[in-house]
């Protein structure tokens, strides 16, 4: 037998083989290279290949694209711009940077990220783009970091331990020497404050800083989602001691220079639990067919001096968080809870829109300022709409008067364009320890309805007071709430999930798309695919935001809007009432550059509590779920993503994840135009809107994930082919273009 010859290795051409180098020193911009190193990195081993790639070196730096920096060796001429921005990480490490200064999101590979992590501020050096390619860079310095803390549960050995982080912020392990551990023990639950991160290692090194507890716990998992999104615990003592310094009392001197509003019917409003009240209606009948409605708003402002410590301590919290068990004020108890709140038979001091009106809720006049109030009546939702319905109770008349106004208001907006998003809020029956005994639907009544469109109209008038000037007069700086209009795409892409249920959305005018969306929501509800289709609905608008620049709000169909109404809990509220004081007393414009900051600020903590409110839902559903693994239930598609799809039941909603690794009676594919996964062989489709039956597989607390798999039933109708009368299987001929099921992602 003759020897095994070797395979020659095939001549590269140039041209192909400058493209290869280019792109690979691209990726290593500050590295130079010599024509060895390249050819090792490319496992290349023929000489004729080697002096291929040392004559396209020479060729490339004659071509203005390397420079030769000595002799024979080269690296990427930088001729790209310098950005700031902020990171985004993905799933598999590397990063895009979001940009005010360059139009499409720049990429940054894994090894060029040096250490930034997920919402960190960054200087960015963005290469020189070839053609078709999307724009790449490396981290050059971190300028702020997002997070000082991060959460997860520490790995304990003889002489050193780990945190492995729960959350999705940081993608590594954080290396815990032993002298740093401060108690913890192994398994334990715990916040870690990073200390160093030498640029050579991949894990960067910390120290406990609080010891949480065990995981499961009740107390231990909702101080683990205050950690995560780094929301206080407590106030601090100084401003504790500054806040029970304000007495209850108001001085003589201060009332009368108010306008006294006292003799007035007036009462609160609110949810049946609630212990901070900050706003109140009034009512008076002028003569037959005008009145005069005050909506009294707490006057927060006078106690919380602008710069004092209560102040700097609110607008660092900037709102309150509701989580399922607890409240996380935005001021303290006293003020919350005692001084500010507009409790029954007390006199409070409120800053007040009052509005005259007539029988058909046109406003006829108006007043802003000060003044002090004295509720007659605290009504809990529940109450007032018994009187609605019919019943008999304090107040009667003045709560139908008001109703009726109110609807007249609700009518004009959805006629003006308004969005009608009714959503069901899920609910939870908790035990003496917290834990969820049961869940439940609240939705928005008539009652609800009547303080909501006061408040809209409160809201409205004081944006248009300021934003309206006078003629001859310039607008002044304001704190408003604006809201975009959606993109094309977006509203796109939900009619056409929302077609593959009968449903459409008409977009050819604004006024088209907000009645054809407020039909769409009236048709969805009851059905099992509404909270999706809300949830969606919701998705594709942009968020509402504050800002200094008004551009209007698109839901509600307003071109002028704020938030005057709720300063107790949001910070936002409090800058409205010194704002319109200021310039009800005709004081100067204040700084836009300066208020556009506070705006960003409060937009920013709006948003992280929105994000910790959803996590302590989610934990709730998971614990509420745990005691029931095994069980079947029913439950509509919601989300279809390439590792599997998402189920919420129809009697909680709670939503888990069926795993596509756990499809194991074909070869599933994601198909993501059509929002749905496809078997290969059987050609059986699970799509959004899809009902089917689960059982509970999995609830992982700690990860506050419910995991859900197919009933015997439905996996034997996808073996068998066919529709069941408990699978709601398609069938098609068609092949559908999908990616491969990748391994244990969840």
């Given amino acids: 037998m003759g020897k095994n010859k070797k395979k020659s290795e095939p001549v590269m051409a140039k041209s192909q083989l400058k493209k290869i180098l280019s792109t690979l020193m691209a990726n290593h911009p500050t ?71 360059c139009e499409e999101d720049v990429f940054v590979a894994y090894p060029n990220l040096k250490h930034a992590l997920n919402g960190d501020q960054v200087k960015v050096l963005v290469y020189a783009r070839s053609r078709n390619r999307r724009p790449e860079g490396e981290v050059v310095e971190i300028l702020e970091r997002k997070k000082g803390t991060f959460v997860g549960i520490v790995q304990r050995s003889a002489n050193y331990a780990f945190l492995v982080p729960t959350g999705k912020q940081l993608p590594y392990d954080v290396f815990l020497p032993t002298e740093h551990l401060h108690g913890a023990d192994d398994g334990d639950k715990v916040v870690v404050k990073i200390t160093s991160w030498p640029e050579s290692q991949k894990n960067p090194v910390g120290e406990v800083v609080e010891v949480l507890g065990r995981p499961g716990d009740n ?8 950690a995560e999104y780094e929301l206080p615990v407590k106030f601090p003592i100084n401003v504790l001691r500054a806040a029970e310094k304000i007495p209850l009392d108001i001085p003589e001197e201060e009332i009368r220079e108010r306008r006294d509003c006292r003799a007035i019917t007036t009462f609160t409003i609110d949810p049946k639990d609630a212990k901070d009240f900050d706003d109140a209606l009034s009512v008076q009948v002028i003569k037959e067919g005008i009145y005069e409605i005050g909506v009294h708003i707490a006057d927060v402002s006078y106690y919380v001096k602008e710069n004092s ?32 709140s507009l409790r029954p038979d007390e006199d409070k001091l409120c800053f007040s829109a009052i509005f005259r009106m007539d029988a058909d809720a046109r ?96 809201n409205r008038k004081v944006a248009e007071r300021i934003g309206k000037p006078l003629p001859g007069s310039k607008a002044k700086t304001f704190v408003y709430r604006i809201h975009e209009s959606p993109l094309p795409e977006k509203l796109e892409e939900f009619n056409r999930v929302v077609a593959k249920f009968g449903y459409g959305l008409k977009t050819g005018s604004r006024r088209a798309l907000t009645s054809s969306m407020n039909h769409l929501m009236a048709e969805v509800k009851d059905k099992p695919e509404q909270n999706m289709i809300e949830t969606l609905a919701v998705r594709t608008m942009a968020k509402a935001v504050y800002s200094t620049e008004n551009i209007g709000h698109y839901g509600l169909a307003f071109d002028f809007y704020t938030h005057f ?30 208020y556009e900051e506070y705006c ?31 069980q079947v239930f029913v439950g509509t598609i919601s989300g279809v993503t390439q590792w599997g799809f998402y189920v919420e039941l129809e009697d909680s909603k709670c939503e888990g994840l069926v795993s596509m690794t756990e499809l194991d009676d074909d070869y599933y594919e994601f198909d993501e135009k059509n929002y749905c996964i496809v078997g290969r062989h059987y050609h059986r489709i699970f799509q959004l809107g ?10 992982n607390l700690v990860a506050r994930q419910l995991d859900y798999e197919l009933v015997h039933e439905e996996r034997q109708a996808s073996k068998e082919g066919k529709k069941t009368a408990e699978s709601p299987g398609r069938r098609t001929g068609k092949k559908t273009k999908g990616v491969k099921r990748p391994k244990g992602k969840k």
Wanted: proline share 2%; charged share 35%; with cysteine.
């Fill in 309 to 340: 410590v209560l102040d700097k301590e609110a607008y660092s919290r900037a709102t309150s968080v509701y989580l399922v068990d607890r409240t996380i004020p935005m001021l303290p108890e006293r003020l919350s809870n005692g001084v500010c």
């Fill in 565 to 594: 109404t709720s300063p107790i809990r949001r910070y936002p509220d409090v800058m409205v009432h010194r704002l319109l004081q200021r310039y009800l007393d005709k004081g100067r414009s204040v700084n836009k550059e300066k």
């Fill in 600 to 630: 960003k600020h409060s937009s920013d903590m709006e948003q992280v509590a929105a994000n910790a409110e959803r996590s302590s839902i989610k934990y709730k559903q998971v614990e509420f779920m745990s005691d029931k693994i095994g």
């Fill in 363 to 458: 406003v006829l006049d108006q007043w802003f300022g000060r003044t002090v109030i004295r509720s007659d009546r605290r009504f809990a939702y529940e109450e007032a709409q018994e009187i609605i319905e019919g019943a008999d109770g304090d107040c009667k008349k003045e709560i139908l008067l008001l109703n009726d106004l109110a609807q007249k208001l609700r009518t004009e907006r959805f006629k003006a364009g308004a969005i009608d998003f009714d959503r069901v809020e899920v609910k939870f029956n908790l035990d003496d320890k917290g834990r969820p005994t049961g869940v439940y639907f609240k939705r928005s009544q008539e009652a609800n309805k009547l303080i909501e469109e006061f408040m809209l109209l409160a």
């Fill in 690 to 699: 899809d009902k089917v039956s689960i059982r509970v597989a999995k609830a």
């Fill in 31 to 101: 590295q130079s290279y010599n024509y060895k190193q390249l050819a090792m990195r490319l496992q290349v081993k023929s000489m004729e290949n080697k002096r291929q790639i040392s004559e396209s070196l020479r060729e490339m730096a004659q071509e203005g694209e390397l420079e030769e920096i000595s002799t024979g060796r080269y690296k990427i001429k930088q001729s790209g711009a310098y950005i700031t921005g902020i990171v985004e990480l993905t799933a598999k490490g590397a990063a895009y940077i979001l940009s005010d200064e």
């Fill in 219 to 226: 107390d231990t998992e909702m101080n683990a989602i205050m």
